[in-house]
């Protein structure tokens, strides 16, 4: 199954999609959907809403996974991601894709098998199970990369493997 | 101008038209988008979408406004209204309007001279503005086009109208 991960940022939308077994998987492709910070945040939505459709058009996943809100960070904050993460959920949508949204957590503790891991042990484990020899080079990514293997491990896929 | 006014809601997103010189206002069209609650929340996104989108194809406005995200609200409740807002603005960014982006008090002061104005005062203005015999049935349609007067009295046509 191929799943799209998505890392919602108002600046930086980080995007990872990977073929998986449940058990094996394989990077298909990554990067990040840049805003530009000077124009209206409107203009800025549409501009990752353009990157992810051209994403999905280009690699043409199964499934999507997003994390949750994290409802502790700062509010303005909080809501700002929620307008961009409104518009990955409707881009899914409206690809036809299947969703599925994950808990900080349950990403953590799917990749790297403890829920309180650091962002670096994150992205060691990312690059680890997809076999990559290079580090990834945007954070971004490598998160979103993170979220398409909880999605593949977790969801049914995941279930039908273990 | 004709001005779009939107009231988001995950249930009930509000929506006004209205034709306006920055002084007179005559109402074009208003109505309520209803995404069914059972769904899952990115296909009541795309519903929204749709219906958004139908509005515009259908009434031609040139700008659009909406409400400020009041962060006072319930965390929960203000996340997911900042998701189907993130879908407002898309939409309208997407069909090339203008947007104008107001507080509760702006438009409360612009409507009914009076920031702290009751929901019922605000109601009872913007049928007496655009002239309306009849009451308006749905409120979120109410709040909509409160906050598209608001555009056309304090946007750049109010100011040249004063």
Not at 51 to 57: D, M, N, T, Y
Not at 77 to 89: F, M
Request: charged share 25%; glycine share 10%.
């Amino acid at each position: 199954m191929r799943v799209l991960g998505i890392d919602c940022g108002a600046e930086r939308t980080g995007y990872g999609v990977i073929d998986s077994d449940g058990r094996e998987h394989r990077l298909v492709t990554l990067g990040v959907i840049r805003s530009r910070p000077g124009r209206p945040f409107e203009q800025r939505l549409a501009e990752i809403a353009r990157g992810l459709r051209e994403v999905i058009l280009q690699s043409v996943p199964q499934a999507a996974a997003v994390e949750e809100v994290f409802h502790a960070a700062n509010v303005k904050t909080a809501l700002k991601l929620a307008h961009v993460r409104g518009v990955a959920l409707l881009t899914v949508a409206e690809a036809g894709l299947e969703l599925g949204e994950y808990s900080p957590l349950e990403v953590k503790t799917s990749v790297v098998g403890y829920g309180r891991a650091e962002k670096q042990q994150v992205q060691m484990m990312v690059r680890s199970l997809l076999g990559l020899e290079r580090e990834i080079s945007s954070e971004d990514a490598a998160d979103a990369l993170a979220v398409a293997i909880c999605h593949a491990t977790r969801g049914e896929l995941g279930r039908a493997a273990s």
